[in-house]
């Protein structure tokens, strides 16, 4: 039993969680050969670098590629553009794959013969991935060697030149790794800091930096042993393990391809040699190599594994979690699953479900109908809501989407938003993810935007943190018939009012029910999957609010869903579900309606609202017209975005008692419009 294995045991998770899902990369390794000698390399790549993959291997690649569609082809080993194949494999590859990365050093940009690079990257759209372990002279030289700094500086610069970090579709990554034997800092907040600097001091500008922890082998175990720090690095990594970086480790859906054409489940298992092998015990190679012969193989697995599930974890593309495993929120794992399965792989489309819940929509504004007609189709095809949770006012907003599915929302939200503004997307189903991407630089193409507005990332709506969204970062938070489905919906509306700013603005549409859900259905996956079985009653979700500090909240909309398939109709028989969109803020509300005698005026300037503007479902507020207000409102008015299209008189330091308005009782039947928090 190898150490790893040992950790998984002690931690009660089955190994057989570590399998070969689809594939949707393919990352080529083309040799050892560097004009760099990095003491942390893990394929111990130089100048004298002696393997390099021929153009028979090259072509078997292609020849792969273009029988398998996947999504990414990512290019690596040394510094690749030496290769004398590198820009066959490149030119050839990039039609057959959704993204391209090539991973570079930088400073081989600025060897003879290489100066033409920027300009072919960005004919080819390439993304770049390229490593700067520090922004600093004296770290990345003393791991790098005298003087990289100096060249990496001129090589973003020239990259920056060519576009890269400013146009649509020429995204250029930076590659943080320690130093010594510890683990990468949270990478949100090392991130603002090689941002502030290379910007100040350099005039550079990048998209992300991706985090990764340096894997104990070859050249970094060497270093390790002769400080004498092996074993000590070895417990951090072991005493560091974070069960949630399983689901999003690189092996899972990845293939490393070698010089030589042999197959690994990673680039550090082909540095250890781990090669994949046929029933026979020969080696696998890219040559005639059939999908079939991985999916649902074991992963090989080692010690160095720890590397990659310590703290954060570490893959290729950066951290692949901020929390702390003693920290995490809990939630049930079979319910996740569940949805990940029906949304994943159950359904192909919209014409899949059994009800109206994940279809419904309120009427939408021709506005918001000509965003979504420029959405490519597949996008839409593949989404599934049950509102039009668009708020007015996102022109330079940050918007972040829970559940973003194949993105439809996102990128509603970042036309809306502007290329002063960004939209982020969250999602834990790869599928739905895969989709959200693949459209991401045509669709900055359609909205005429010279670059990127839009992120994507893999995780769970109860652990924000995770996906690395900071405290008080977002603007607007929105949400489209996914809340529903979380199994833990206390810690999802925590983290709601975690990262939204003073007087941010959550939006979201979502089922409910005129009643709790009994449990006898809450375990089953059609129910759970067609937004039925999670569905939240109307006081439950009152009460939600209130426990994450949020006293009021208005209704938008309310529409009856219906259960058209006879057994889902039997099963849930007498109970009501709505599609409901509801707005709530961050401020210091109050629990009732309180009078102090304030009035309101709409200046009439909202974009689209020339006459009036529709608070929620029962303040409408004609320009001009003076409007009486309870407190809550003056706030929502006064203290929010809509500050300035409003003009509130008076305070709240005189008091007339409780606001004439209804306190948020049940409504009479069934069909009668619901309450919602003090105002409603």
Known sequence: MNTFTGVLQEHDIDKAVLR???????????GNLCNQSCRHCHIEASPDGKNLMSRKVVDEILEFLSRNKLQTLDVTGGAPELNPHFEQLVASGRPLVEELIVRSNLTVLLEKGKEHLPEFFKRHEVRLICSLPCYTRENVDGQRGAGVFEKSVRALRLLNKAGFAGQAGLRLDLVYNPSDGSLPAPGTGLEKDYREVLRKEHGIEFNRLLTIANVPIKKFKSYLESCGDRGEYARLLEANFNPRTLDSLMCRTFLSVGYDGRLYDCDFNLALGYALKDETGKDLLIGGLRLSRLEGRDILTGEHCLACTAGSGSSCQGALTNVDPRHAPATSPDAKETVKEYYGRVLRGKKDLKTSACCTGDSMPESLRAVISRIEPEILDKFYGCGSPFPPLLDGCRVLDLGCGTGRDVYVAACLAGEDGFATGIDMTDEQLAVARRHQDSQMRRFGFSRFN????KGYIEDLKGAGIEDSSQDVVISNCVINLSPDKPTVFSEI??????GGELYFSDVFSDRRVPDSLRGDPVLHGECLAGAMYVED?????????????RMMSKTKIEVAEPGLRDKTAGIGFYSMTIRAFKLDLEDICEDYGQVAFY???????????????????????????????????????????????????SHFGPFPCAPGARPESADAPAKGGSCC
């Not at 070969?20 to 083309?30: E, K, S």
């Not at 839009?454 to 990332?457: A, L, P, Q, S, V």
């Open 541 to 553: 979700f009152r009460r939600l609010l209130r426990a994450a500090g949020c006293l009021d909240w």
């Open 497 to 502: 009012f975690r990262v939204l700013r003073p």
């Open 603 to 653: 200046r009439g300037t909202i974009p689209g609202c020339p006459h009036s503007f529709r608070l929620d479902d029962h303040h409408v507020f004609v320009k001009d017209k003076p409007m009486l207000v309870c407190g809550n409102t003056a706030a929502m008015l006064g203290k929010t975005r809509f500050s300035r299209h409003f003009k509130v008189l008076g305070d709240t330091s």
């Open 454 to 457: 839009t992120d994507f990332r």
């Open 20 to 30: 070969r899902g689809r594939l949707t990369t393919l990352q080529v390794n083309m």
